[in-house]
């Protein structure tokens, strides 16, 4: 009876595998009849990024419809991909988050080569991340840039000087701190500034600053000079520690939207946030500006120079699984992202293209309640990105290891020094051997 | 059963009858069983010897993944906090649990509100129990360590925020939570004991505490067998309340195994080396399991 | 605390009105005010969490998150148990969530139940075997199985349907093993002597192992009802249209669409509680109270 079971069992398994082999078969496709492909999206009610593209797309090519389907947000969302690329049952095309995700799908196989769809893209800057041996697979459409928010208000309560764009790091530890004395003096609670508890709001600047900051050597010194400037800040009240942070869930966005804290260090995807928040409620109405990031040192400061910061771009990638005769709408519509028409529409809703022109800056200081000052513009529009995740095999590993160090030396009282080297000798022996 | 003297053709009819209505029970569960769990933990072990990247085709890489496991520091580090966990945890959840189902298997007015507010840890949402507690614990405002404080503790822990004192702060939650759950089972076979037992050894003149030992726990030998067993693999496998009380911080003080194992294959796509360190995290608790399943048959006999 | 200084109840589960003297009356009453005030410091303890969900769903949401805590609304704010309906799909997941703790929880009974039957009471050749795969298979870590099962349910056309979630949760070894544990309390002889008698080995199960199990079925049905309603990792892995989505799903979902609105997610949070709560308070008696009042005849 047992044997019998078995194999049906084992019968039935073999039929299910020669069923999903059938299917899938293309027929010879006319460029013009109408289509759909699919398109992998995230709350899709409150990230309204996905129906712009679609939209846009079906406004220049009728025949197409982009299916929208929805997937769960956060992490979340890249389990649930790989689970269905594994299986086979993802759509079209699919997001990459980050480029700390883009070498899992890219050597599993998992991205379709779209070389030929990057014609007019050259002088996108994010393209040459997706590019590997010559090729490339995928086409960045947001290209976010991490900068300094200001509450303008509590500045001028605190008499504290607002920046001007010359700012080193130990400028700003020096402002933070004034910021809090200031602030406390005229008898308001907020700190000088929030830091939120992402590794990138210490590692993500140092990695991108740094001269000869590598994080494949393993060498992760360079990351030193920032936490010590991070733990300063700490230990004086200038910020929230990061276990308050932890325990009492601190969100950056009540933190600077409520106007707990003056200034904040954090992705440009926040404007459209701030935007949409002061318009519901759940934001305070206060004056506020960007400014760039703090940076190493004063060879990148000044609105005459560029100054360095960090971001990932979020790149569209087809499914290799793709039926053929839709291939050819799919990479037209991974054209159309991550060209201009897209990048407008996008600033329209106050997210930040792949390609920062001055028709998008235009675009985005157009909308209600974004600051008019010349700094907040140059912040904006002017700055070398590099990615926070360099893409290697190795980056998942480094990065969950370095995520590890960063809570364990914000929060204890081992120093720097010894986290940091207990951190190098792990990288050496179980990452960067494999 | 079926020790009756009988000649050998009646008995293997007997087996085979037998065998037939055995399986006729078991069948409908099995069906979904063996499909569903059994066909892709099997997988799992194959898995566990290749380099799988969860997309195309897995290398066989013999025992390299458990060669690779004996120098990985990081999932020593998961074991040794995983086990940490479950020698506290077991202890404490067990005796807080029957102790709950004790004081609540009685005639009093508003036991079943009571009862049921023994089991809403179980069923209160994850987010907010992580919200709460992180607060409780929180060393600069939290009400625990301001209680701490004023019965005269100085150097209060710093509970979630320290590498020292996270584990102790998230055995504590992980107790609190799971004893409702552990309770309503120690209630059933509370059922079970009949009540003459009690009264006959009432009549004896045994005290409270010789009847808890002489008719409570042996009443409950089959419940307690059952919840160790449980209790066991469920802190071996301890995820989500981790997940969201602490990430498994700071640094990596409460890394357990099932998060390392999440974060080796979704995280960094490592699914081989993730399966291997899986089927280690069965073979332990199975181990152990089986070690219970032998104490408690020779316990029976 | 400890098993020693709860363990004087215990006899209190003695039918009551069995005639004691009047000095142990006062005893025990005096041990039923400690017993109380136990229970009561307990239950603040165990309800401190949930009190903060209640709180935090009636208050204004930047009111939520305070140095220190504050433990009473001020303003209260009942608008949120109002706008969460508009705001999200509340009764969408609700119904999903309960047809499939519903469908789920009749199946591990049913089956469970049936196959315990089989593992204590029938002895075969390779039983023991089997039932430590049983075991066995609770002991491997879901997430590491997880995608050899999905790719296996959606060859077989199941995935992204709400069946897959009742074909992971329907037949888990959890049950099986809960009520083979019970079936071995209950004395060999009654089924030896129902067999006498020329009952059928499902004659036994029906007639008399079922209605004695009462207490265990109903902690089992309750303990997969309240698995299947928490489960968060299931769906999350196995149903993408939103209209599918369970009560955990959509909470998240809806946590990360009002990142900073807590009062409104501790509102969401209350409602999914609720309806377990109730179907604890209402079904206990059936576990609590069934055997007393059949007598165990042992």
Redesign the interface.
């Known amino acids: 009876?047992?044997r019998a079971?078995l194999a049906s069992?084992s019968a039935?398994?073999a039929l299910t595998l020669v069923l999903a082999g059938c299917g899938g078969e293309d027929e010879p496709a006319d460029p013009n009849a109408p289509m759909t492909i699919t398109l992998a999206g995230w709350s899709l009610s409150s990230t309204p990024e996905f129906k712009t593209l679609a939209d846009g797309f079906k406004a220049t090519h009728p025949n197409v419809t982009v299916e929208l389907k929805e997937y769960a947000p956060g992490n979340d969302y890249?389990?649930q991909m790989?689970t269905d690329?594994?299986a086979g049952t993802a759509p079209d095309v699919y997001v990459m988050k980050n480029l700390k995700n883009f070498?899992?799908y890219q050597?599993?196989?998992?991205l379709y080569d779209v070389s030929d769809a990057t014609a007019g893209l050259d002088s996108v800057p994010a393209l040459a991340s997706y590019q590997v041996d010559g090729k490339t697979y995928a086409v960045p459409y947001r290209q976010d840039s991490w900068v300094l928010f200001y509450n303008k208000d509590l500045f001028a309560k605190a008499k504290v000087t607002p920046p001007d764009g010359s700012w080193t790091w130990d400028d700003y530890t020096d402002a933070t701190k004034r910021l809090h004395t200031g602030l406390k003096g005229a008898g308001s609670n907020a700190t000088g500034a929030y830091q939120h508890t992402f590794q990138s709001t210490v590692q993500g600047f140092a990695l991108a600053q740094t001269p000869n900051a590598d994080l494949l050597s393993g060498d992760f010194g360079y990351l030193k000079p920032y936490y010590e400037r991070s733990l300063d800040l700490q230990a004086a009240g200038a910020q929230p520690?990061?276990?308050?942070a932890?325990?009492?869930?601190l969100t950056y966005q009540a933190q600077f939207g409520k106007q707990q804290s003056a200034m904040l260090l954090m992705g440009t995807w926040y404007v459209a946030t701030l935007l949409n928040q002061r318009k519901s409620g759940e934001a305070d109405t206060f004056q506020w500006g960007i400014a760039p990031a703090p940076q190493f040192d004063k060879s990148t400061t000044g609105t005459s120079a560029t100054p360095v910061t960090f971001g990932d771009p979020t790149g569209l990638g087809i499914n290799p699984k793709i039926s053929k005769s839709k291939v050819a709408a799919a990479k037209a519509f991974l054209q159309y992202a991550g060209g201009p028409d897209a990048a407008k529409a996008l600033a329209g809703i106050g997210i930040t293209p792949a390609q920062v022109t001055d028709a998008v800056t235009a675009t985005l200081f157009g909308l209600d309640g974004v600051p008019q000052d010349d700094l907040s513009k140059f912040a904006y529009a002017t700055h070398t990105v590099k990615p926070e995740n360099p893409v290697s095999k190795h980056t998942?590993?480094l990065q969950?290891l370095l995520n590890?160090?960063h809570?364990?030396i914000?929060?204890?009282s081992k120093s720097v020094d010894a986290?940091l080297s207990e951190a190098q000798t792990?990288a050496k022996?179980?990452i960067l051997n494999? | 059963?079926?020790t009756l003297p009988s000649t050998r053709p009646r008995n293997r009819r007997l087996?085979s009858r037998?065998?037939?209505?055995?399986?006729?029970?078991?069948?409908?569960?099995?069906?979904?069983?063996?499909?569903?769990?059994?066909?892709?933990?099997l997988?799992?072990f194959y898995?566990a010897f290749t380099n799988w990247?969860?997309?195309?085709a897995a290398e066989w890489t013999g025992t390299a993944n458990f060669r690779?496991m004996w120098?990985?520091?990081?999932f020593w580090t998961a074991l040794r906090n995983t086990v940490y966990y479950t020698v506290f945890h077991i202890p404490l959840t067990l005796?807080?649990s029957?102790?709950?189902a004790?004081?609540?298997?009685?005639?009093?007015r508003g036991v079943?509100?009571?009862?049921?507010?023994?089991?809403?840890?179980?069923?209160?949402?994850?987010?907010?129990?992580a919200?709460?507690?992180?607060?409780?614990?929180?060393?600069?405002?939290?009400?625990i360590n301001?209680l701490l404080g004023a019965v005269g503790v100085d150097n209060a822990p710093?509970?979630?925020?320290?590498?020292t004192w996270s584990m102790p702060a998230v055995i504590i939650v992980g107790t609190?939570r799971y004893m409702?759950?552990y309770m309503?089972?120690f209630?059933?076979?509370?059922?079970?004991i009949?009540?003459q037992l009690?009264?006959a050894a009432?009549t004896d003149g045994a005290t409270?505490?010789q009847?808890?030992v002489h008719v409570?726990l042996p009443g409950l030998r089959?419940?307690t067998?059952?919840v160790t067993?449980?209790l066991t693999?469920e802190s071996?496998?301890v995820?989500?309340l981790i997940l969201v009380m602490t990430?498994?911080?700071?640094?990596?003080?409460t890394?357990v195994?099932?998060q390392y194992?999440?974060?080796k294959?979704?995280?960094?796509?490592q699914?081989g080396y993730?399966?291997a360190?899986?089927i280690v995290?069965?073979a332990i608790?199975?181990s152990i399991?089986?070690i219970q399943?032998m104490v408690n048959k020779r316990r029976n006999s | 605390?400890?098993?020693?200084d709860?363990?004087?109840?215990?006899?209190?589960?003695?039918?009551?009105g069995?005639g004691r003297p009047p000095s142990r009356r006062v005893a025990s009453r005096g041990w039923?005010l400690v017993?109380?005030a136990?229970?009561v410091l307990?239950?603040a303890?165990?309800?401190?969490?949930?009190y903060?969900?209640v709180v935090a769903s009636l208050k204004t949401n930047s009111d939520v998150f305070t140095?220190?805590?504050t433990w009473l609304p001020d303003p209260v704010v009942w608008r949120n148990y109002l706008d969460i309906w508009q705001r999200s799909d509340m009764t969408t997941w609700l119904g999903n969530t309960l047809l499939l703790s519903m469908v789920v929880t009749l199946l591990q009974v049913?089956?469970?139940s049936?196959?315990a039957?089989?593992?204590a009471?029938?002895?075969?050749?390779g039983?023991n075997a089997?039932f430590?795969?049983?075991?066995?298979?609770?002991?491997?870590?879901w997430?590491?199985?997880?995608?050899?099962?999905f790719i296996?349910?959606s060859k077989l056309q199941l995935s992204n349907t709400l069946w897959s979630i009742v074909?992971?949760q329907?037949?888990?070894?959890?049950?099986?093993?809960?009520m083979k544990?019970?079936y071995?309390?209950?004395p060999?002889e009654l089924s030896?002597s129902a067999r006498v008698d020329g009952l059928s080995?499902f004659g036994i199960?029906r007639r008399i192992m079922l209605p004695l199990s009462r207490?265990?079925l109903?902690?089992l049905a309750?303990?997969t009802f309240?698995t299947t309603?928490?489960d968060?990792?299931g769906p999350l892995i196995y149903l993408r249209s939103p209209e599918l989505r369970t009560i955990?799903l959509g909470?998240n979902t809806f946590?990360s669409q009002y990142n900073a609105e807590?009062a409104l997610?501790?509102t969401g949070?209350v409602l999914?509680?609720l309806p377990?709560?109730v179907i604890?308070?209402l079904g206990?008696?059936y576990?609590?109270e069934?055997?007393?009042t059949t007598g165990?005849k042992?």
């Open positions: 009876m047992k079971i069992v039935a398994t890249d389990t790989i690329l594994a070498y899992t050597s599993g196989g998992q520690t990061f276990g308050t932890k325990t009492n869930k998942a590993g969950n590890e160090t809570s364990a914000l929060s204890d986290e792990r022996n179980e494999q | 059963m079926a087996v037998n065998t037939v209505a055995g399986w006729s029970f078991i069948l409908p569960n099995f069906v979904g069983f063996a499909v569903l769990t059994l066909l892709p933990v997988v799992l898995v990247n969860v997309f195309g690779r120098d990985d520091a990081s005796a807080a029957l102790g709950l004790l004081l609540l298997n009685r005639k009093l079943r509100f009571f009862r049921t507010v023994a089991f809403f840890p179980y069923i209160t949402s994850i987010v907010a129990i919200v709460v507690w992180n607060q409780l614990f929180s060393p600069e405002y939290g009400p301001a710093g509970w979630t925020t320290s590498s609190w409702g759950y309503l089972l209630l059933a076979g509370l059922q079970t009949p009540a009690y009264e009432e409270p505490w009847r808890f409570t089959h419940t067998f059952f067993v449980l693999i071996f496998k995820f989500d990430g498994g911080g700071p640094g990596q003080s890394l195994l099932s194992i999440y974060q294959s979704f995280e960094e796509n699914f993730a399966s360190v899986s995290l069965f608790c199975f399991t089986v399943f | 605390m400890t098993t020693t709860l363990a004087a109840p215990a006899p209190a589960i003695t039918v009551p069995s039923r017993g109380y136990a229970l307990a239950a303890g165990l309800l401190l969490p949930f903060w969900m140095i220190p805590i049913v089956t469970g049936f196959a039957y089989g593992f009471r029938v002895r075969f050749p039983r089997l430590l795969a049983y075991v066995g298979t609770i002991a491997v870590p997430q590491s199985y997880m995608i050899p099962q296996l349910m074909a992971i329907a037949f888990g070894a959890f049950g099986v093993f809960l544990q019970f071995e309390t209950i060999e030896e080995e199960y207490p265990a109903a902690s309750l303990l309240v309603w928490n968060y990792l955990q909470l946590i807590y997610i501790m949070s999914s509680v377990v709560a604890f308070l206990q008696r576990f609590i069934g055997i007393a165990l042992g």
